[in-house]
């Protein structure tokens, strides 16, 4: 084990230990039950039925399965990118889907030219970043397909840079690629024109430069301004750059070096705000305060599900009448709920975002469309779901283990905080398993780590027997 302050061990046995229960409990709980999105827009709980099982099955045979082959045979990366994007590609052309709900207003308001007549950007400033980032690429075409193709583009980047990142954790092992490149929500993901994607993207590759050994001035201020970038698109992600602090400070005790990063940010950041904030003439009064958010975190009937009840009247202090009409025990059964929902749902709610909701329509139709157009009555939408559900229930087994193993690696640290960030936030915030997509590069850094170390594990096991 590497050395580190006596803050630093404490903190990192607090990240461990929250990251040991999540995915616990995600395995726990997956014997048994599932945690499913009704697309009349709730969240609901059930009894796992056969098809769940099956699609357990076929993923443990085809993990283990490439595990076993590509064991001693030579794996060439970019080839591997290459059809990776030929198959997202293949996807949005198959499932052409035209956006809709936020989707739709933002992509209207940037390919006009940014005119928003509705007042949409008054009502949810934080859309102001996304809806300038889909205008600049409208620059290169006004067609849905750029944004789409962008999407791709960040995809590969993602499955790059997972690789890199468990090469400088852990060891260098090419089959993380293949478990990357399958895991259907992120190719789904690739019709979803939001910022989902790209600020996945951003902060994979910030993880990267603050775990390489190689750091140089170029490198560190690409990690500022990709911060920077990543939290201006989804104010969500200051979590990764809270994470990334602590394990500076902590970890790596670069103190100076902490003070400029932090700084430096902060000044991308507030130029980031304030050109984007120059471009639109919004209205402050429109906006919905954070405790509108807040207060949606703790609705009973939905525990902490998106419902609808946005308003700008929302204040503090009915957060904290809402928490008190709960009572301490039902405040704490809602936050069980919903981050058991949150963490074991196992798809990122990507069914609706790749395929649609009832109202989608797609530029053209064929026999896919045709299929995934009736809902319920889609066979390829359960059995995707149901495949989504058992991949990430097996990767989120193999996490569990790879975190027990790697607790003494240098640079595990850094990624359990970004997971416990998450953790933490959503207790409080309104919650879509949507919103912990960004996480999913580590998920699978610690899948491949634990089916290494099950490997690993079993082979000492039989020279024991010899």
Same mark, same amino acid.
């Given at each position: 084990?590497?050395?580190?302050?006596?803050? =630093?061990?404490?903190?990192?046995?607090?990240?461990?230990?929250?990251?040991?229960?999540?995915?616990?409990?995600?395995?726990?709980?997956?014997?048994?039950? @599932? &945690?499913?999105?009704?697309?009349?827009?709730?969240?609901?709980?059930?009894?796992?039925?056969?098809?769940?099982?099956? *699609?357990?099955?076929?993923?443990?045979?085809?993990?283990?399965?490439?595990?076993?082959?590509?064991?001693?045979?030579?794996?060439?990366?970019?080839?591997?990118?290459?059809?990776?994007?030929?198959?997202?590609?293949?996807?949005?052309?198959?499932?052409?889907?035209?956006?809709?709900?936020?989707?739709?207003?933002?992509?209207?308001?940037?390919?006009?030219?940014?005119?928003?007549?509705?007042?949409?950007?008054?009502?949810?400033?934080? @859309?102001?970043?996304?809806?300038?980032?889909?205008?600049?690429?409208?620059?290169?075409?006004?067609?849905?397909?750029?944004?789409?193709?962008?999407?791709?583009?960040?995809?590969?980047?993602?499955?790059?840079?997972?690789?890199?990142?468990?090469?400088?954790?852990?060891?260098?092992?090419?089959?993380?690629?293949?478990?990357?490149?399958?895991?259907?929500?992120?190719?789904?993901?690739?019709?979803?024109?939001?910022?989902?994607?790209? %600020?996945? *993207?951003?902060?994979?590759?910030?993880?990267?430069? #603050?775990?390489?050994?190689?750091?140089?001035?170029?490198?560190?201020?690409?990690?500022?301004?990709?911060?920077?970038?990543?939290?201006?698109?989804?104010?969500?992600?200051?979590?990764?750059?809270?994470?990334?602090?602590?394990?500076?400070?902590?970890?790596?005790?670069?103190?100076?070096?902490?003070?400029?990063?932090?700084?430096?940010? #902060?000044?991308?950041?507030?130029?980031? &705000?304030?050109?984007?904030?120059?471009?639109?003439?919004?209205?402050?009064?429109?906006?919905?305060?954070?405790?509108?958010?807040?207060?949606?975190?703790?609705?009973?009937?939905?525990?902490?599900? @998106?419902?609808?009840?946005?308003?700008?009247?929302?204040?503090?202090?009915?957060?904290?009448?809402?928490?008190?009409?709960?009572?301490? #025990?039902?405040?704490?059964?809602?936050?069980?709920?919903?981050?058991?929902?949150?963490?074991?749902?196992?798809?990122?709610?990507?069914?609706?975002?790749?395929?649609?909701?009832?109202?989608?329509?797609?530029?053209?139709? =064929?026999?896919?469309?045709?299929?995934?157009?009736?809902?319920?009555? &889609?066979?390829?939408?359960? *059995?995707?779901?149901?495949?989504?559900?058992? @991949?990430?229930?097996?990767?989120?087994?193999? #996490?569990?283990?790879?975190?027990?193993?790697?607790?003494?690696?240098?640079?595990a640290e850094l990624l359990m905080y970004f997971i416990c960030g998450?953790?933490?936030?959503?207790l409080i915030w309104e919650m879509k398993s949507r919103y912990i997509y960004a996480l999913y590069p580590y998920?699978?850094?610690?899948?491949?780590?634990?089916?290494?170390?099950?490997?690993?594990?079993?082979?000492?096991?039989? %020279?024991?027997?010899?």
């Amino acid at each position: 084990m590497y050395k580190m302050s006596v803050t =630093g061990r404490i903190t990192k046995t607090i990240a461990f230990t929250i990251c040991i229960c999540i995915f616990f409990a995600i395995s726990m709980w997956g014997v048994l039950m @599932q &945690s499913n999105y009704s697309f009349d827009d709730y969240p609901y709980f059930a009894w796992n039925n056969f098809s769940n099982y099956i *699609a357990i099955t076929i993923n443990i045979l085809l993990i283990s399965g490439i595990y076993l082959l590509f064991r001693h045979r030579k794996i060439n990366v970019f080839p591997c990118l290459v059809l990776y994007g030929l198959i997202c590609f293949a996807f949005i052309l198959i499932i052409p889907l035209e956006p809709f709900s936020d989707m739709k207003s933002i992509f209207d308001i940037a390919r006009k030219g940014l005119s928003d007549d509705s007042g949409y950007l008054s009502r949810y400033t934080n @859309q102001i970043p996304v809806t300038l980032y889909l205008y600049l690429l409208s620059f290169l075409g006004k067609s849905i397909i750029i944004p789409k193709l962008m999407n791709i583009l960040c995809n590969i980047l993602i499955v790059y840079m997972t690789y890199k990142i468990h090469a400088i954790i852990f060891r260098e092992d090419k089959r993380i690629i293949f478990y990357t490149c399958m895991f259907v929500p992120a190719i789904l993901y690739a019709n979803h024109i939001y910022n989902d994607t790209i %600020s996945t *993207a951003l902060t994979v590759v910030m993880a990267y430069l #603050a775990l390489s050994p190689k750091k140089g001035r170029i490198s560190f201020f690409i990690m500022i301004l990709f911060s920077a970038l990543s939290v201006w698109l989804r104010a969500s992600n200051i979590l990764f750059v809270i994470a990334l602090i602590i394990y500076m400070l902590f970890s790596l005790k670069l103190w100076k070096h902490t003070v400029v990063y932090l700084m430096a940010f #902060a000044i991308f950041l507030c130029g980031f &705000s304030l050109a984007g904030k120059k471009l639109f003439d919004t209205n402050k009064e429109d906006a919905y305060p954070i405790w509108s958010f807040i207060q949606m975190g703790f609705n009973e009937e939905e525990f902490g599900f @998106q419902d609808g009840s946005h308003s700008v009247e929302w204040t503090f202090s009915d957060c904290i009448d809402r928490v008190k009409d709960l009572g301490v #025990a039902g405040t704490l059964k809602l936050l069980a709920k919903k981050e058991l929902w949150m963490w074991s749902e196992g798809t990122y709610q990507a069914e609706r975002y790749g395929f649609g909701d009832a109202a989608a329509s797609y530029s053209c139709n =064929g026999i896919v469309t045709r299929n995934i157009s009736k809902m319920d009555r &889609s066979f390829l939408r359960k *059995a995707v779901v149901y495949f989504m559900k058992g @991949q990430y229930y097996l990767f989120a087994i193999l #996490a569990l283990a790879g975190i027990y193993a790697g607790k003494n690696k240098k640079g595990a640290e850094l990624l359990m905080y970004f997971i416990c960030g998450f953790f933490c936030f959503y207790l409080i915030w309104e919650m879509k398993s949507r919103y912990i997509y960004a996480l999913y590069p580590y998920m699978l850094i610690f899948a491949c780590n634990g089916a290494n170390y099950i490997n690993d594990s079993l082979i000492d096991r039989k %020279s024991l027997f010899k």
